[in-house]
């Protein structure tokens, strides 16, 4: 499934006071799934205006809020604590809004109502685990968190100290990692397990067990800090 989220405009940019807004919503009370685009080409002699139409799977206008996009996904956090492989990421250029979606807002972006997707996830799958230890289940919930920067793999919880949480590495090779910026670098393995089915792993990733949302709000706020935010060569084209 794909979605799309449109971002209000910010207090920093300049809009025409002439202009209209270039993107509509024509299905906005109905489905939700379609955006049309509007772009003023510059002729020799004239503008010409031309619509581009696009359709999603659902899409979020800028008056959207972090409650109504989680609920669209909601279900897929479900199915990863059902068993199900479950993957879940934002994409776009430099300033789309991604970390404010997947993080949270300004402030303390991961508490209240502005927090993102992933504080929202980590309650969901604690408060699930939960409600199913009442009934004589028991889990065991690992965190890892990397980045990929200039297409390398770089492990965010480097200098996490393991204190009393109980850590360990994805994969038993790591002697030859090398560190970049202060981060371990890892790769990317496919290993082939006792059945003969091959898995992915992020080799030299460290591995924490966590107990709580509140351990994965500590963690989330160590990446963030650890995480790369400099432009890159594409970013300036």
Not at 69 to 75: K, R
Not at 150 to 158: A, G, K, R
Not at 207 to 231: G, H, K, P
Request: proline share 2%; with cysteine; net charge negative.
């Amino acid at each position: 499934r794909v979605g799309c989220r449109v971002r209000p405009r910010l207090q920093n940019e300049q809009v025409d006071k002439d202009a209209t807004e270039s993107y509509h919503f024509p299905d906005s009370q109905f489905e939700q799934r379609c955006l049309t685009l509007t772009v003023d080409q510059e002729r020799y002699d004239r503008t010409v205006s031309k619509t581009h139409s696009f359709e999603f799977d659902r899409v979020f206008g800028p008056s959207s809020t972090q409650s109504h996009v989680y609920e669209e996904i909601s279900h897929m956090v479900q199915s990863a604590v059902d068993g199900y492989n479950v993957c879940i990421f934002a994409y776009g250029q430099t300033g789309s809004g991604k970390t404010h979606t997947m993080m949270g807002g300004s402030g303390s972006p991961l508490e209240g109502e502005e927090r993102g997707m992933m504080p929202r996830a980590a309650e969901h799958i604690f408060q699930y685990c939960q409600e199913l230890n009442e009934q004589g289940w028991t889990f065991e919930v690992t965190a890892t968190m990397v980045e990929i920067y200039n297409e390398q793999i770089f492990d965010l919880l480097t200098s996490t100290a393991t204190g009393s949480s109980s850590s360990r590495s994805s994969s038993s090779s790591s002697s030859s990692s090398k560190k970049s910026s202060a981060l371990n670098k890892c790769e990317l393995r496919h290993v082939r397990n006792e059945k003969g089915e091959y898995t992915t792993c992020v080799d030299n990733a460290k591995t924490i067990v966590v107990t709580s949302t509140s351990d994965i709000l500590a963690l989330l706020d160590t990446a963030m800090s650890e995480r790369s935010t400099s432009q890159t060569n594409c970013n300036q084209r």
